[in-house]
């Protein structure tokens, strides 16, 4: 079993900063890809950032330049810093990862969710 738990959302304005973390625990071997969705009123889930073990990072391009994530291997955390946040960005924030767990069997996880909302 494994378990990835968000933290760090809320309401900003727009031109503001917030950071999103996830912690992952469980039973695993190791993590390699995590992620980062989000998924707006009406809109479909969109993948926002990505990160591999080794640190290779990847963006959607609406957030290039203002969302930066990173992940603490030791820690088994991944976390987004959001800064010059617009409306557009107002979305629930899922974090996803890819397990190794034991005899090599993947497995694929999400976090429940966490509430950006960007509004004056």
């Known amino acids: 079993q494994v378990q990835l738990v968000e933290s760090g959302g809320g309401l900003v304005q727009p031109g503001g900063s917030l950071r999103l973390s996830c912690a992952a625990s469980g039973s695993f071997l190791r993590i390699n890809a995590m992620n980062w969705y989000r998924q707006a009123p009406g809109k479909q889930r969109e993948l926002v950032a990505s990160i591999t073990s080794s640190g290779g990072t990847n963006y959607a391009d609406s957030v290039k330049g203002r969302f930066t994530i990173s992940r603490d291997n030791r820690k088994n955390t991944v976390s987004l810093q959001m800064n010059s946040l617009k409306p557009e960005d107002t979305a629930v924030y899922y974090c996803?990862?890819?397990?190794?767990?034991?005899?090599?069997?993947?497995?694929?996880?999400w976090g429940q969710g966490t509430q950006v909302t960007v509004s004056s």
């Open positions: 996803n990862a890819d397990f190794v767990r034991y005899f090599e069997i993947t497995y694929n996880a």
